[in-house]
């Protein structure tokens, strides 16, 4: 929502661009002029040549051009090098509007001659077709200015970036996220164009500033973020301050229109530049893009504060709300988007005056520059680490393919020999390498340098986040009672389905009994197998991986690598697309070329609802440590929107394992389940069906939900027709062996208690550090101490004295999950429980699931935030959640917790039911 406060730097999200079909460049509204200018000294020019009048001139020209109209000749649509006009009234062609080149068009022999009747006289041919071409050129143009987009007016003035979140979940840390921005309305081109009056300029060669299209990332540079930011704001406060006086005379409906959509159109170009700047520095760091963004993000900040904390929007706003007919008028959607900006609004510090304002707008500044810090940190200490192994007999045990990516990385890092069959090879902290060597290296020496790196990344010398955890901890305190919350924890779970901090104590305590007694037995199980199989001594930290593999190994008779040749990423992706076909009947074609990227592996594709263009997303698959940031998350690049005319645009960025040499991308079942959550996410973005901007997707969807489309995909990779679907080997073709399928789903809850009772600590710690720790108590406890206190009960292999873990939790001190980590736990029961439907339907009943997966994406995907998720979910299941469908230690935790305590739906929770606590309490002990 564009009211929401900034609490971290704006993270690559929605641009509010255009996805073109063709080149495209820029253009101001004036251009018109120049046009119409050419066809009267065509029309002038004509006259005098066959000395007629000009009435006498126009009817032979008329009778020159084709019957049915000049824009619907074939040869006129090849003007701008695509389908660019199809039908005579000047509708455009998909997205995209390419420019009118004239050069080219006066000079066409290919239009000449297709225009020109057969039998027309010679010496009239030539002229006439001139002055044909040109006005068939006007006519063109001039539906196509009428027919322009937002997006396309606004070209050259900024968004207003709203704010900006990261979601994430993790398989190691670090492994899932979904940047997303708030910012949309719904409104007419015409309304657009009012709002966008300070931004009518000339072209601009600054690729920020050319928001035709998606971004330009193969032109842009550092070097443009300052002017384009710059000139941006400078136009955003413009049309604010228009923005704020009409707002004040603006009543029933047009209060709506003046604040909601006019807030989205204003700000829609600041937010492009913005997000992309964001976007990249995830995924193509560097050292002048950081200061570019340092610079900038002050006045980024302090800008969408001002616009945040206006008392005249905040005022129309309420009165719409308190306005019974003007309220009644507004679709379920756009009511929510009201309250929801009101709540907002209120998180900003609209209702702070004076010194106690001045003060909180520090803290939001303060509290951006600290998240951007942490994220370089982490960044800069995971490649800053690289371990260089020359003798092959230190690296016993490690497969095959992480050999050869450790010999690929010494290859990038100077050693332009490395082979890996001869090395030298570089082990390093991102998880492609970092994961392979702790399960399969046999040097316990090794594993352990390796797992010390790991757990103290950014916590020493000029990276270390220690004391950017304590100064986020105090900011977000202070905010938080500014604004009347006891603790962050409560601001935080005010927009949020679980109502208290103690729901959420609960949950994790729920599922700490739950799992806590079966982790023990799990790690008790791998000490005995290790010390069967000749180790000595207690299992530590290091080697808790190693052995689990090798039980694993002997347990299923099948080993990791085993599946990886069967699981290339081109043939993971087909059926992908295909499953996607399957059940939501749409169909994703590869668009390589029609949009830039930053890197040569990025690829981009498109989603097609029968024959129509209705969305697309760039697929970033790969690690690249250098510049790279680790985990995976899906990012909002461009949002549906009514009033901007966009089709919503994703991206899927993973650190998945890379081609080597000649060899494709072999990933882990891990990665295919990884590969899957983000597209889960992607979807629910793209497949939309919510016009209202600040409303479609994932916009406005309550945080405990939102992980309920990505974690319902990871269910399909196991089901045998999507699993044979792309699991073929990469050199032969063949398909997996039927004893491998087996077993792949024999090992799913392979010590599930230790997965579980992991994720448990860390929203526990999450919630201990938001609510009951002092971060004030220069005396107290550090929150290393009180992670060390929590684990005692929340872990079975107890962290070394040293892990400072937190230094590297990015998902609750760079992104959007502080006190909101629980989430991954809370959406669990309701993907479960999905996927269930899908099996009480029959998996092998092709048209059941077709039916079902139709009704999926009839709710769950397209109603975005225009419903609370628990009226969402009872359109897709008929009824609430139910735990039964989940894993039982997972189930018993979860229902009471939905259940609510009798809250109604819509609400803050999800509805009542369910059976009594006793019993739930009573099935989560046994």
Same mark, same amino acid.
């Given at each position: 929502?564009?009211?929401?406060?900034?609490?971290?730097?704006?993270?690559?999200?929605?641009?509010?661009?255009?996805?073109?079909?063709?080149?495209?460049?820029?253009?101001?509204?004036?251009?018109?002029?120049?046009?119409?200018?050419?066809?009267?000294?065509?029309?002038?020019?004509?006259?005098?040549?066959?000395?007629?009048?000009?009435?006498?001139?126009?009817?032979?020209?008329?009778?020159?051009?084709?019957?049915?109209?000049?824009?619907?000749?074939?040869?006129?649509?090849?003007?701008?090098?695509?389908?660019?006009?199809?039908?005579?009234?000047?509708?455009?062609?998909?997205? #995209?509007?390419?420019?009118?080149?004239?050069?080219?068009?006066?000079?066409? &022999?290919?239009?000449?001659?297709?225009?020109?009747?057969?039998?027309?006289?010679?010496?009239?041919?030539?002229?006439?077709?001139?002055?044909?071409?040109?006005?068939?050129?006007?006519?063109?143009?001039?539906?196509?200015?009428?027919?322009?987009?937002?997006?396309?007016?606004?070209?050259?003035?900024?968004?207003?970036? @709203?704010?900006?979140?990261?979601?994430?979940?993790?398989?190691?840390?670090?492994?899932?996220?979904?940047?997303?921005?708030?910012?949309?309305?719904?409104?007419?081109?015409?309304?657009?164009?009012?709002?966008?009056?300070?931004?009518?300029?000339?072209?601009?060669?600054?690729?920020?500033?050319?928001?035709?299209?998606?971004?330009?990332?193969?032109?842009?540079?550092?070097?443009?973020?300052?002017?384009?930011?710059?000139?941006?704001?400078?136009?955003?406060?413009?049309?604010?301050?228009?923005?704020?006086?009409?707002?004040?005379?603006?009543?029933?409906?047009?209060?709506?229109?003046?604040?909601?959509?006019?807030?989205?159109?204003?700000?829609?170009?600041?937010?492009?530049?913005?997000?992309?700047?964001?976007?990249?520095?995830?995924?193509?760091?560097?050292?002048?893009?950081?200061?570019?963004?340092?610079?900038?993000?002050?006045?980024?900040?302090?800008?969408?504060?001002?616009?945040?904390?206006?008392?005249?929007?905040?005022?129309?706003?309420?009165?719409?709300?308190?306005?019974?007919?003007?309220?009644?008028?507004?679709?379920?959607?756009?009511?929510?988007?009201?309250?929801?900006?009101?709540?907002?609004?209120?998180?900003?510090?609209?209702?702070?005056?004076?010194?106690?304002?001045?003060?909180?707008?520090?803290?939001?500044?303060?509290?951006?520059?600290?998240?951007?810090?942490?994220?370089?940190?982490?960044?800069?200490?995971?490649?800053?680490?690289?371990?260089?192994? &020359?003798?092959?007999?230190?690296?016993?045990?490690?497969?095959?393919?992480?050999?050869?990516?450790?010999?690929?990385?010494?290859?990038?890092?100077?050693?332009?020999?490395?082979?890996?069959?001869?090395?030298?090879?570089?082990?390093?902290?991102?998880?492609?390498?970092?994961?392979?060597?702790?399960?399969?290296?046999?040097?316990?020496?090794?594993?352990?340098?390796?797992?010390?790196?790991?757990?103290?990344?950014?916590?020493?010398?000029?990276?270390?986040?220690?004391?950017?955890?304590?100064?986020?901890?105090?900011?977000?305190?202070?905010?938080?009672?500014?604004?009347?919350?006891?603790?962050?924890?409560?601001?935080?779970?005010?927009?949020?389905?679980?109502?208290?901090?103690?729901?959420?104590?609960?949950?994790?305590?729920?599922?700490?009994?739950?799992?806590?007694?079966?982790?023990?037995?799990?790690?008790?199980? @791998?000490?005995?197998?290790?010390?069967?199989?000749?180790?000595?001594?207690?299992?530590?930290?290091?080697?808790?991986?190693?052995?689990?593999?090798?039980?694993?190994?002997?347990?299923?008779?099948?080993?990791?690598?085993?599946?990886?040749?069967?699981?290339?990423?081109?043939?993971?992706?087909?059926?992908?697309? #295909?499953?996607?076909?399957?059940?939501?009947?749409?169909?994703?074609?590869?668009?390589?070329?029609?949009?830039?990227?930053?890197?040569?592996?990025?690829?981009?594709?498109?989603?097609?609802?029968?024959?129509?263009?209705?969305?697309?997303?760039?697929?970033?698959?790969?690690?690249?440590?250098?510049?790279?940031?680790?985990?995976?998350?899906?990012?909002?690049?461009?949002?549906?929107?009514?009033?901007?005319?966009?089709?919503?645009?994703?991206?899927?960025?993973?650190?998945?394992?890379?081609?080597?040499?000649?060899?494709?991308?072999?990933?882990?079942?891990?990665?295919?389940?990884?590969?899957?959550?983000?597209?889960?996410?992607?979807?629910?973005?793209?497949?939309?069906?919510?016009?209202?901007?600040?409303?479609?997707?994932?916009?406005?969807?309550?945080?405990?939900?939102?992980?309920?489309?990505?974690?319902?995909?990871?269910?399909?990779?196991?089901?045998?027709?999507?699993?044979?679907?792309?699991?073929?080997?990469?050199?032969?073709?063949?398909?997996?062996?039927?004893?491998?399928?087996?077993?792949?789903?024999?090992?799913?809850?392979?010590?599930?208690?230790?997965?579980?009772?992991?994720?448990?600590?860390?929203?526990?710690?999450?919630?201990?550090?938001?609510?009951?720790?002092?971060?004030?108590?220069?005396?107290?406890?550090?929150?290393?101490?009180?992670?060390?206190?929590?684990?005692?009960?929340?872990?079975?292999?107890?962290?070394?004295?040293?892990?400072?873990?937190?230094?590297?939790?990015?998902?609750?001190?760079?992104?959007?999950?502080?006190?909101?980590?629980?989430?991954?736990?809370?959406?669990? @029961?309701?993907?479960?429980?999905?996927?269930?439907?899908?099996?009480?339907?029959?998996?092998?009943?092709?048209?059941?699931?077709?039916?079902?997966?139709?009704?999926?994406?009839?709710?769950?995907?397209?109603?975005?935030?225009?419903?609370?998720?628990?009226?969402?979910?009872?359109?897709?299941?008929?009824?609430?959640?139910?735990?039964?469908?989940?894993?039982?230690?997972?189930?018993?935790?979860?229902?009471?917790?939905?259940?609510?305590?009798?809250?109604?739906?819509?609400?803050?929770?999800?509805?009542?039911?369910?059976?009594?606590?006793?019993? @739930?309490?009573?099935?989560?002990?046994?």
């Amino acid at each position: 929502i564009f009211f929401r406060p900034l609490e971290r730097p704006m993270p690559a999200t929605m641009y509010n661009t255009m996805q073109p079909e063709a080149p495209v460049v820029q253009h101001s509204t004036p251009t018109w002029i120049p046009i119409l200018a050419l066809c009267g000294i065509g029309a002038v020019v004509g006259s005098v040549v066959f000395k007629v009048s000009p009435a006498t001139y126009a009817s032979e020209l008329r009778a020159a051009l084709p019957h049915s109209s000049a824009v619907r000749s074939p040869a006129l649509r090849t003007l701008g090098g695509t389908r660019w006009i199809k039908s005579p009234v000047g509708s455009v062609g998909e997205q #995209g509007y390419p420019a009118l080149p004239l050069n080219q068009a006066l000079s066409s &022999t290919r239009m000449v001659g297709s225009v020109a009747p057969a039998a027309q006289p010679a010496s009239l041919q030539l002229p006439t077709l001139v002055a044909a071409s040109m006005i068939g050129m006007a006519v063109a143009a001039f539906a196509w200015l009428r027919r322009r987009p937002a997006a396309a007016y606004n070209a050259g003035m900024g968004p207003s970036p @709203v704010a900006m979140v990261a979601v994430s979940g993790e398989r190691h840390v670090e492994d899932r996220d979904i940047k997303h921005s708030g910012l949309s309305t719904h409104h007419s081109a015409r309304r657009t164009r009012r709002y966008s009056t300070a931004t009518a300029e000339a072209p601009s060669s600054n690729p920020l500033l050319i928001q035709t299209g998606l971004p330009k990332f193969g032109a842009i540079e550092a070097d443009n973020v300052e002017p384009a930011v710059k000139q941006l704001l400078e136009s955003l406060q413009a049309d604010f301050d228009k923005l704020e006086a009409r707002a004040e005379t603006a009543s029933g409906q047009d209060a709506y229109k003046e604040t909601v959509e006019g807030m989205e159109v204003i700000g829609a170009p600041l937010e492009y530049a913005w997000g992309v700047v964001s976007h990249l520095l995830g995924v193509k760091n560097s050292e002048e893009l950081r200061n570019a963004h340092q610079a900038m993000q002050p006045q980024v900040i302090t800008t969408m504060q001002k616009l945040g904390q206006s008392v005249p929007v905040y005022r129309v706003m309420q009165a719409l709300k308190e306005d019974a007919a003007a309220w009644g008028a507004l679709e379920e959607a756009q009511q929510r988007i009201v309250e929801s900006s009101l709540r907002s609004m209120k998180h900003a510090g609209v209702g702070l005056e004076g010194e106690e304002l001045e003060a909180f707008n520090k803290i939001a500044l303060e509290l951006a520059e600290l998240s951007t810090k942490f994220s370089n940190n982490v960044l800069d200490s995971t490649k800053a680490f690289a371990m260089t192994i &020359t003798d092959k007999a230190d690296l016993e045990g490690l497969p095959d393919t992480a050999l050869g990516l450790a010999a690929q990385t010494a290859k990038a890092k100077g050693h332009e020999s490395a082979t890996a069959e001869a090395g030298p090879w570089v082990l390093t902290l991102d998880i492609p390498s970092y994961l392979p060597a702790m399960q399969h290296l046999k040097n316990r020496d090794l594993r352990e340098q390796l797992y010390r790196a790991y757990v103290t990344r950014a916590s020493a010398g000029d990276t270390d986040n220690s004391p950017i955890i304590t100064r986020t901890l105090q900011l977000k305190k202070q905010r938080a009672q500014m604004l009347g919350y006891k603790t962050h924890a409560e601001y935080s779970l005010a927009s949020k389905m679980a109502g208290s901090v103690e729901e959420v104590d609960e949950l994790s305590e729920l599922l700490r009994t739950a799992s806590f007694e079966a982790a023990k037995k799990e790690l008790a199980a @791998v000490q005995a197998y290790a010390q069967k199989n000749g180790f000595e001594g207690d299992l530590a930290l290091w080697d808790v991986t190693y052995w689990a593999e090798r039980q694993k190994e002997e347990l299923y008779a099948f080993t990791q690598e085993e599946l990886r040749p069967y699981f290339s990423l081109p043939a993971v992706l087909d059926g992908l697309f #295909g499953l996607c076909e399957r059940i939501f009947d749409v169909k994703i074609v590869p668009a390589d070329g029609e949009a830039e990227v930053w890197h040569p592996d990025v690829r981009y594709f498109k989603i097609y609802d029968g024959d129509e263009h209705i969305a697309g997303f760039y697929l970033d698959p790969y690690s690249r440590p250098e510049n790279k940031r680790g985990g995976a998350w899906m990012g909002v690049c461009q949002g549906k929107s009514q009033v901007l005319d966009r089709k919503p645009v994703a991206y899927l960025t993973c650190n998945g394992s890379p081609p080597v040499g000649d060899v494709p991308s072999l990933m882990t079942f891990s990665e295919v389940e990884t590969l899957f959550h983000e597209t889960g996410h992607g979807l629910q973005h793209m497949l939309t069906r919510v016009p209202y901007g600040e409303a479609a997707g994932i916009s406005n969807v309550e945080w405990d939900a939102v992980e309920l489309p990505s974690q319902f995909m990871e269910n399909w990779c196991y089901d045998r027709p999507t699993l044979y679907g792309f699991a073929k080997h990469y050199s032969t073709g063949e398909p997996l062996p039927e004893d491998l399928f087996e077993k792949l789903k024999a090992q799913k809850n392979y010590n599930a208690g230790m997965q579980m009772i992991r994720q448990t600590l860390f929203q526990a710690i999450d919630i201990e550090l938001h609510h009951r720790y002092d971060p004030d108590d220069a005396a107290g406890p550090s929150p290393f101490d009180v992670y060390q206190k929590l684990a005692v009960n929340y872990s079975v292999t107890p962290p070394l004295p040293e892990d400072r873990f937190l230094c590297s939790f990015g998902h609750i001190f760079a992104g959007g999950y502080s006190a909101g980590y629980y989430s991954y736990k809370w959406a669990e @029961v309701m993907s479960a429980d999905a996927f269930a439907a899908f099996e009480e339907a029959g998996l092998d009943d092709e048209e059941a699931v077709r039916a079902v997966g139709r009704r999926f994406r009839d709710t769950v995907l397209a109603l975005g935030g225009g419903k609370h998720p628990a009226e969402v979910y009872r359109e897709f299941r008929g009824r609430d959640p139910s735990p039964e469908a989940a894993p039982a230690a997972l189930g018993a935790g979860v229902e009471a917790v939905l259940r609510g305590k009798g809250r109604e739906a819509g609400a803050r929770g999800a509805a009542a039911g369910g059976r009594p606590l006793a019993v @739930v309490e009573a099935a989560a002990a046994g």
